[in-house]
């Protein structure tokens, strides 16, 4: 048996770490690794939201293993789920708060010197030039009740707006599409759209790499039609029934076309737009010039494939449109997925199970961040400009209503900027590492260097951020911590501490605590609370009566498989559609049929640079690495970055499979690169993954960003190939 393990993944795995364990259910557990109980708890990986039993044997988690009563994924895992518990005793974690030294060294020190020092420079540069000149740089992979904590902190604690997440390098974009539309964000779909939908409708998303467990949706429908559309073929696309290898970013061209289409053959439901939409007349004034041929043109694709997604879509009943980075990774990201929610507005294809308009969300809870960050919103999707938002915030947290904020400060882009400008002096970056996923590096470190204090907040040192910083703050991960994730389908579930954290790393729940408590503002913030149910509690009063509204969550109910909000008096359980009524949250109830034209890319091609770079992601690894890095497994499985060329392109580059290659761009190099020669990239582009921090990709990419979401548009700039000469 062990033979046919060893021979199945080909790696090299030690006989004596195998023996059967007390769990023949389960299968092999070496002997050192049977656990003395299991704690569920969920994934915090990515935002399909998985729900798992972490077996703990002693202090440490020895085995990870799939809820069977998950709702989410009823027992399946992922590569990196399953293998989740291995970062936590990495050499690399984080122990102590680390001070930088004059020589460049760091030192470790206790808390209190950390704390002291952290907050005393803050409010000196404050003090001089202003609290603006003071950014928070956040992300998508905390608890909720961490994000609460943190974002009243900062706003309110801190006195400064300057505070935003990664979730602006990943989903603003779907934000800002979503509100332009609907008046309010919030995903309208949920999972069991992808086991009752008869046509699913992927578009710049990859989910056997990126959302691997969204498939134990798919394959419980019996009868589909998956079409696939993105430049590249993916193994998502070689899954598809019909796969639309369009040009890139000329998403936005297929859907005016699909629309024209659907206008001109009377295949609206106009029942639907009628009752529920407003801008309709424009809208078929503007399709008008979208016919086959142009968009034929446009997207680089044959005509009897735009035909064919335009049937599907006509005659389906139930249309499941999903999209992610694909989309959202565009200078012009907010206006296509505006363009894909009147796709689907138009066609009535919304408020029905199986019928939506599904951002893919990314982080374990970048949904989280979403509803209550108080970063790019005030808590309960609320909105800075509304002064009866901000009112019900002031009474419900007892606070003069002069201090609520009321305008959104700089985005992610925007407070680098104000790094390079010099109007930022101090930044505090928390789970987060811009140094490998930030477009532009260059222009990202010239930033960097003119801080007066880098203050970076994380599980894992030394990380490219943390090795930048003044002072680290070692903090507790996954695993390590209670409180709850949003999935993709607006399902809270619990995640639960099964370990403590190693070393001095505190929860960074724990940290904005101590952090209040330092500024003297800790019962004024936080008041009465001990833990982070304490936070949970005010969060469900703050989101009553909001459409994420939590009121009716309890830990119980999260803890049984997760409870898709709003859930409230009116939705005990949970709700699986939004908008089922067809009223939506702009101010007259209609949802707006807006559209676009597409625009040139950011970068064009030249004779120097005449390829086209597309980065992404591989199912083994996660983001920048500091955690799949870390596993033996995954890293052996993909140990180092490639390039994905065309055979015509390297013929043409004199490329042979064994050589080693350069990528380059007007703003940087990445040399001594794998290369993979293969059919699945277009020979105008390569494909290169971001997970590498010594093969940096981001040294490359273009900092070009949508002017209404702020996202980075990482799909595409121009880089010329070079054989690389060891
Ligand atoms: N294994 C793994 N899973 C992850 C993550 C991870 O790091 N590793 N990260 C998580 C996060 S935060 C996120 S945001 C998601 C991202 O999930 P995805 O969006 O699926 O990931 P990407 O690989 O970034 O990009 C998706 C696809 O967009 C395509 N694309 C590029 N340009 C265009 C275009 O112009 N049009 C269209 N239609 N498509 C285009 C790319 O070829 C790529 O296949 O994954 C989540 N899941
Ligand atoms: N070229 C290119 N660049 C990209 C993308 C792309 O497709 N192409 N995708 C973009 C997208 S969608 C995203 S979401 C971003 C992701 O980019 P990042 O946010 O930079 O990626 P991560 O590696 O997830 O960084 C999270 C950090 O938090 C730490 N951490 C983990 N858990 C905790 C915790 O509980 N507390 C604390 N304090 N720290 C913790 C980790 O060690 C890690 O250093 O990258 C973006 N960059
Ligand atoms: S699919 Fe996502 S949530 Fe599920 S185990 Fe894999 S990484 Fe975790
Ligand atoms: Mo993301």
């Given amino acids: 048996m062990i033979q046919k393990i060893k021979h199945l993944i080909g790696l090299d795995i030690k006989e004596e770490e195998y023996a059967y364990g007390n769990d023949p259910e389960h299968g092999y ?34 085995a990870v293993r799939g809820d069977e009563d998950h709702p989410v994924n009823e027992g399946d895992l992922c590569p990196k789920g399953l293998s989740e518990h291995h970062p936590l005793t990495s050499p690399d974690r984080a122990v102590s708060p680390l001070m930088k030294q004059p020589d460049g060294s760091f030192k470790a020190v ?34 909720t009740e961490e994000f609460y904590a943190l974002g009243k902190l900062v706003q309110l604690g801190f006195g400064t707006t300057n505070y935003d997440g990664n979730t602006t390098l990943c989903m603003s974009s779907a934000v800002v599409g979503y509100k332009q539309s609907f008046g309010s964000d919030g995903p309208p779909g949920s999972y069991k759209g992808l086991a009752t939908a008869d046509v699913i409708f992927l578009i710049g998303a990859n989910i056997a790499d990126n959302h691997p467990i969204l498939w134990h949706h798919i394959r419980k429908n019996p009868e ?107 200078t012009q990201g907010s206006d296509t997925v505006s363009l894909i929610n009147t796709l689907a507005l138009i066609t009535g294809n919304i408020g029905r199970t199986g019928a939506a308009p599904m951002s893919i969300t990314g982080q374990c809870n970048a949904m989280g961040s979403r509803e209550f960050s108080f970063s790019s919103s005030p808590p309960g999707y609320r909105k800075f400009e509304n002064e009866t938002d901000r009112k019900e915030l002031a009474e419900l947290w007892n606070i ?81 911590k209670d409180g709850c994730y949003t999935n993709s389908e607006r399902r809270v579930s619990r995640a639960n501490a099964a370990v403590p954290p190693p070393g001095l790393a505190r929860s960074d729940f724990q940290i904005c605590m101590d952090l209040a408590e330092r500024l003297g503002k800790r019962e004024w913030l936080f008041p009465g609370w001990t833990c982070s149910e304490d936070a949970f509690e005010e969060i469900r009063q703050v989101s009553k009566g909001r459409l994420c509204d939590y009121s009716g969550i309890t830990i119980e109910k999260m803890g049984q498989g997760g409870i898709q909000w709003p859930c409230n008096a009116a939705n005990p ?46 199912v083994e690894h996660w983001h920048t690495g500091t955690k799949t890095r ?52 277009h020979p105008d582009h390569v494909f290169m993954p971001f997970h590498f921090a010594e093969k940096c990709i981001n040294e490359l990419t273009v900092a070009a960003f949508d002017p209404k979401s702020g996202e980075p548009n990482y799909k595409q700039c121009a880089v010329r190939l070079e054989r690389f000469d060891r």
């Fill in 224 to 330: 589909y039609k998956l079409i696939v559309c993105d430049p590249r073929k993916t193994k998502t696309a070689m899954l598809a029934d019909l796969f639309l290898p369009l040009k890139p970013r000329r998403d936005i061209d297929l859907l005016n076309g699909l629309i024209h289409l659907i206008i001109k053959n009377r295949k609206v439901d106009q029942n639907y737009i009628d009752n529920h939409t407003t801008g309709y007349e424009e809208l078929c004034q503007h399709a008008a010039p979208f016919g086959l041929e142009v968009t034929a043109l446009r997207t680089g694709l044959p005509e009897e494939k735009i035909l064919e997604t335009y049937e599907a879509i006509a005659n389906g009943k139930k249309v499941f449109f999903g999209w992610t980075m694909g989309i959202n990774h565009s």
């Fill in 573 to 618: 359980e949970g709700a699986d559609s939004l908008y089922t009524d067809g009223v939506f949250k702009t101010d007259d109830g209609k949802a707006r049929l807006l559209f676009t034209v597409s625009e040139e890319l950011p970068e064009d091609v030249d004779n120097s640079y005449r390829l086209i770079l597309n980065t992404g992601r591989t």
């Fill in 110 to 143: 206790d808390w209190d010197t950390a704390y002291g020092h952290m907050v005393d420079t803050i409010q000196s540069v404050q003090a001089k030039h202003g609290p603006q000149s003071f950014g928070v740089l956040s992300t998508g992979q905390l608890l």
């Fill in 630 to 681: 870390n596993v033996a497994l995954l890293n052996k499985l993909a140990p180092e970055a490639w390039v994905e060329v065309n055979p015509a392109t390297a013929t043409y580059f004199g490329i042979t499979p064994h050589d080693r290659v350069s990528l380059v761009s007007r703003r940087g190099r990445v040399d001594d690169l794998l290369v993979r020669i293969a059919e699945t990239i």
């Fill in 29 to 62: 557990v070496s002997a050192q690794k049977i656990p003395d109980r299991w704690v569920k708890s969920t994934c915090g990986y990515c935002s399909v939201g998985c729900g798992m039993l972490l077996g703990v044997k002693g202090d440490r988690i020895v």
């Fill in 400 to 480: 003069d209503e002069g201090l609520m904020p009321t305008a959104r400060g700089a985005n992610y882009p925007e407070i680098i900027d104000g790094v390079l400008e010099g109007k930022i002096k101090a930044l505090w970056v928390v789970a987060t590492n811009p140094l490998v996923s930030f477009p532009d590096q260059a222009r990202l470190k010239k930033a960097l260097a003119k801080l007066e204090i880098l203050i970076v907040q994380d599980g894992f040192h030394p990380t490219p951020t943390t090795q930048l910083a003044d002072l680290v703050l070692p903090a507790a991960i996954w695993g390590e």
